[in-house]
Nanobody
């Protein structure tokens, strides 16, 4: 099981940007064996898919609500996943999590979650 640590969240005004990171405590060979995704959970709502990136980082998919504003990327040599978030909106406020993700189904591969990182966007 890969241990995941998310960071980079914070408080930002609407229209601002943040870059989230997800450090995985796994060998490079293990980390690049998984497609990786970002999910988020707002207060009182279910956790939802945000973005996914394939094993090599060439292919990505996004939720409709973030497409064109967020960019997912990965550095397999550093065992790190990123989420660049631009043009943030108050409705992006949530705790953001990374996890190994099924690329086609856009679902977590298992129940392996880190502690998450809080993103708060003020209007």
């Amino acid at each position: 099981q890969v241990h995941l640590v998310e960071s980079g969240g914070g408080l930002v005004q609407a229209g601002g940007s943040l870059r989230l990171s997800c450090a995985a405590s796994a060998s490079e060979r293990s980390f690049k064996s998984f497609a990786m995704g970002w999910f988020r959970q707002a207060p009182g709502k279910e956790r939802e898919f945000v973005a996914v990136i394939n094993l090599t980082g060439v292919s990505t998919q996004y939720a409709d609500s973030v497409r064109g504003r967020f960019t997912i990327s990965r550095d397999n040599a550093k065992n790190t996943l990123y989420l660049q978030m631009n043009s943030l909106k108050p409705e992006d406020t949530a705790v953001y999590y990374c996890t190994p993700t099924h690329y086609e189904l856009l679902r977590p591969l298992n129940d392996n979650w880190g502690q998450g990182t809080q993103v708060t966007v003020s209007s």
